[in-house]
């Protein structure tokens, strides 16, 4: 039950579409209270194995008297090493409007508990869970690695994306600075880049994206879920506040790098009433257009998500889940390409014309940055075009 390294593991459970609300992570509430600062509070198991673990409550009393996760510990992260061979990953996704994404990380320490991408962790034989958030792989090779895939003949300077599956401006990024040498590599070779974070972290390589605004290789997408501190706090433990992400466009703004706002994900009943006031300040900060996708809950990510909202809203939980089974024709989650971004039926329909109205009106219904791909110039090539990047 303890893996090498001293971490605990949480109880393990199968989630079930029929009834999440029946599903709870962990029964003595001092557990979950020694799990301060992290999204999710159980480990579901893995979907591609076919044992988990049951555990009683014997063992649970003992687990309570360890001195790693008494009331007020910490559940500590462990950066694991990453020998990917390739670093430019290949989307064939039509609703997502980009082709290539460059992850620095696999696992996002943010614990954001509604994160999509969770289920990633289960191909490298971990959970979704609080494994995700806790056990992050780190490339850090990511900067060699993009070089060589720049310095393919057949690649032609077509955007990437930071990142799809991680955030790559997540606490570690302070440290290990893996996604400040990739953004080195890509001003280099004037490779166009957008990024999606929920960091301040982002204005920290302001010189590098100053450098490529002005030439057009970089826009900026920061998101924001909420403005309340408290639910931020309890939704997205590690992630920057709410009042630090409007900073972060603003700072982004002001350097004259294109910065969007990403209400995403709305949940009905939750947030999603606060789409008025989230794109005003978001305008006000300097955001020049807005998106939004609907929460999203593929595989495991439905038994994190309800155990979370149980102990976190408990007399609003079953409230909630009607209403996300509203907008997916009774399910909780539906995979068809364009529909697992909006939902369907009337509540999906509310939230969809209520965005469109307040982004009209506070001027964030244009399109993203278009960014120019005539500047790539592959590694090792003449670079005496560069001088423009630096060109007040």
């Not at 570690?172 to 957008?194: A, D, F, I, W």
């Not at 309340?228 to 603003?250: F, Q, V």
């Not at 709305?266 to 006000?284: C, F, K, Q, T, Y």
Request: proline share 7%; aromatic share 6%; with cysteine.
């Amino acid at each position: 039950m303890r893996p090498q390294g001293g971490q605990f593991s949480l109880p393990v459970l199968q989630p079930t579409d029929a009834a999440p609300t029946a599903i709870r992570g962990i029964a003595d509430a001092a557990l979950v209270g020694a799990l301060r600062g992290r999204g999710s509070a159980i480990n579901p198991q893995n979907r591609f194995e076919d044992k988990g673990v049951v555990i009683d409550g014997e063992f649970l009393d003992a687990l309570l008297n360890d001195p790693e996760v008494a009331p007020g510990a910490q559940v500590r992260t462990h950066v694991l090493e990453d020998a990917s061979r390739s670093i430019l990953n290949e989307v064939d996704s039509p609703d997502l409007g980009m082709r290539w994404t460059l992850n620095p990380y696999r696992g996002c320490e943010h614990g954001c508990v509604y994160c999509y991408a969770r289920p990633g962790h289960e191909y490298l034989g971990l959970s979704s869970g609080l494994d995700f958030e806790t056990r992050i792989f780190a490339k850090r090779d990511a900067a060699s690695l993009l070089r060589k895939e720049l310095a393919r003949p057949s690649w032609k300077g077509e955007t990437i994306s930071l990142s799809g599956v991680t955030d790559c401006y997540q606490p570690l990024e302070r440290e290990l600075r893996l996604t400040r040498s990739c953004l080195e590599v890509m001003r280099e070779c004037g490779q166009p880049v957008t990024i999606v974070t929920k960091s301040k972290l982002v204005l920290r390589d302001l010189d590098i994206l100053r450098d490529m605004a002005r030439e057009n290789l970089v826009a900026v997408a920061v998101s924001l879920t909420t403005l309340d501190p408290a639910l931020a706090a309890k939704m997205e433990p590690r992630a920057s506040s709410p009042r630090a992400r409007l900073d972060a466009i603003s700072g982004l703004s002001a350097a004259g790098v294109p910065a969007m706002v990403m209400t995403a994900p709305l949940i009905p009943g939750l947030n999603d009433h606060e789409v008025p006031p989230l794109l005003r300040e978001a305008s006000r900060a300097g955001a020049t257009n807005a998106a939004y996708v609907l929460l999203r809950l593929p595989h495991q990510i439905k038994a994190i998500f309800f155990d979370w909202l149980a102990r976190e809203f408990p007399a609003r939980a079953a409230h909630i889940e009607s209403l996300i089974r509203d907008t997916r024709r009774g399910a909780l989650y539906r995979a068809e390409w364009r529909e697992r971004q909006r939902g369907t039926g009337n509540i999906a329909e509310h939230i969809a014309s209520t965005f469109k109205v307040f982004a009209r009106r506070y001027g964030l219904d244009g399109p993203f940055a278009e960014l120019a791909h005539d500047k790539f110039r592959a590694p090792g090539a003449d670079t005496a075009w560069q001088g423009r990047l630096f060109v007040p």
